[in-house]
């Protein structure tokens, strides 16, 4: 069956750097496009970037957008979320997800999930 398995999560002064990593099964993952989203407590599950099924294409909310990279290895089936740069603001449960479309995945609009992991928890704080 189709998992979604987030790892690299922690605690990390302001100013500090993460590697998320997500390890996928289950489906063909070089075919399909993919995001990181993130829910802070208390709030809406946000969209923080995206990337294209063959990794030439990546897209970042503005929040976000100079601090994070996303990056993914089809040969492994791996997804990558390096943040630096990190901010209290940033503290949330960070998920993986396969989005319902490339747009959703680049742009956040509409924000539609097929499924997503369990998540990883990141607190930025000093």
């Known amino acids: 069956q189709v998992q979604l398995v987030e790892s690299g999560g922690g605690l990390v002064e302001p100013g500090g750097s993460l590697k998320l990593s997500c390890a996928a099964s289950?489906?063909?993952?070089?075919?399909?496009?993919m995001t990181w989203v993130r829910q802070a407590p208390g709030k809406e599950l946000e969209w923080v970037s995206g990337?294209?099924?063959?990794?030439?294409?990546?897209g970042y909310s503005d929040s976000v957008k100079g601090r994070f990279t996303i990056s993914r290895d089809n040969a492994k089936n791996m997804l990558y979320l390096r943040m630096n740069s990190l901010k209290p603001e940033d503290s949330a449960v960070y998920y993986c997800?396969?989005?319902?479309?490339?747009?959703?995945?680049?742009?956040?609009?509409?924000?539609?999930?097929?499924?997503r992991g369990q998540g990883t928890r990141v607190t930025i704080s000093s």
């Open positions: 997800a396969k989005p319902s479309t490339t747009d959703v995945a680049l742009t956040g609009r509409k924000l539609t999930l097929e499924f």
């Open positions: 990337i294209s099924n063959g990794g030439g294409s990546e």
């Open positions: 289950g489906f063909r993952f070089s075919n399909y496009p």
